[in-house]
């Protein structure tokens, strides 16, 4: 990946501020206990790589899903991820659709691992 700009985001990056949050701010927010980190991949990608604290609900499931993270989210802030952030936006589009504030973590678990922990694998 090319270097990274001053909020951690790849130069160039055309980054939604009303839809997306960059990995350093949820690094922060799970720091804080701030935020309900929801991993809209498959499982079968979760197995691959994942961030700890973050709860499955692919995003196939999240309709039938929405309640128990309504229930899950206790106050903390919503924050959705995938592996390059295409399909948590689609997923914050369809929460906000429901009422439901959240946010895209812009890049995905690839750009986590890029610059937050190295340790989650790429693929």
């Known amino acids: 990946m090319s270097g990274l700009d001053d909020r951690g ?5 055309p980054f939604k501020p009303e839809l997306e949050v960059t990995p350093r701010e949820v690094r ?34 999240l309709p039938r899903q929405v309640e ?11 924050v959705v991820h995938c592996h390059m952030g295409g399909r948590s936006l689609r997923a914050v589009l369809y929460l906000k659709g429901r009422g439901i504030e959240a946010r895209s973590m812009a890049g995905g678990i690839d750009l986590w691992s890029v610059d937050i922990d190295g340790s989650v694998p790429r693929y």
């Open 9 to 13: 985001l790849p130069v160039g990056y």
């Open 68 to 78: 128990d993270l309504q229930d899950l989210a206790e106050g903390r802030e919503v």
């Open 28 to 61: 922060a927010l799970l720091t804080e206990g701030r935020v309900c980190l929801v991993d809209c991949r498959t499982a079968d990608e979760a197995r691959t790589a994942r961030i700890e604290g973050a709860v499955l609900i692919p995003l196939n499931d």
